[in-house]
């Protein structure tokens, strides 16, 4: 992958009812190249838009793939990537990094009704998640926009060592720390 090519990695971190999601655009060369900040609702719904919203405040069209630090954020608020990647109009990759049985118990633990309905079928059409090796670890990929061999690409291409990949590694550094400004 060329060094020039742009990825925004969004993470986040939550205290409290009020998510900061942060959004870093890296270079494949690992130079980072601007930051956006927003927020979502701890156990909404709301995470789709505000990544999004994210990505329009930004304004780059020169950022080629969107990685995203998991599929439910700030306490099941799930990330529908395909309606994300329609948004964007590029591709959107979730990265995880523990291996799961997934997370429907889990939600099942905490909701009910409507709440638990809406969560489980958003979080039950997203793509299958993909074990990737990645300098001796190893990740979980969902993509939406890009076949798996890109897929694989691109989180290789952004991760230089550990298996974080540059673009998340920062969001979630950056997330930190406005949370900790903001309360």
């Known amino acids: 992958m060329k060094s020039g090519v742009r990825a925004l990695g969004v993470a986040e971190s939550y205290r409290g009812d009020t998510s900061t999601l942060a959004g870093?655009?890296?270079?494949?060369?690992?130079?980072?190249?601007?930051?956006?900040?927003?927020?979502?609702?701890?156990?909404?719904?709301?995470?789709?838009?505000?990544?999004?919203?994210?990505?329009?405040?930004?304004?780059?069209?020169?950022?080629?793939?969107?990685?995203?630090?998991?599929?439910?954020?700030s306490w099941y608020n799930v990330l529908d990537l395909y309606r994300l990647h329609?948004?964007?109009?590029?591709?959107?990759?979730?990265?995880?990094?523990?291996?799961?049985?997934?997370?429907?118990?889990?939600?099942?633990?905490?909701?009910?009704?409507?709440?638990?309905?809406?969560r489980r079928e958003r979080y039950c059409a997203q793509p299958t998640r993909r074990e990737l090796a990645v300098n001796d670890e190893t990740v979980f990929v969902r993509s939406v926009g890009v076949d798996e061999r890109e897929a694989r690409d691109v989180v290789r291409a952004f991760t230089p060592e550990g298996g974080r990949p540059e673009p998340l590694r920062v969001a979630r550094l950056a997330a930190r720390a406005a949370d900790e400004c903001r309360n």
């Not at 997370?103 to 905490?110: K, P, S």
């Open 24 to 73: 870093v655009v890296v270079r494949a060369s690992r130079v980072v190249d601007g930051f956006a900040f927003g927020s979502c609702t701890v156990g909404g719904t709301d995470v789709t838009d505000a990544v999004a919203d994210l990505v329009d405040r930004l304004d780059r069209e020169d950022v080629r793939y969107v990685l995203v630090a998991g599929v439910a954020l």
């Open 86 to 118: 329609e948004r964007v109009e590029r591709p959107v990759l979730s990265v995880t990094f523990e291996e799961s049985d997934g997370l429907l118990d889990a939600m099942e633990q905490e909701f009910d009704g409507e709440d638990l309905a809406l």
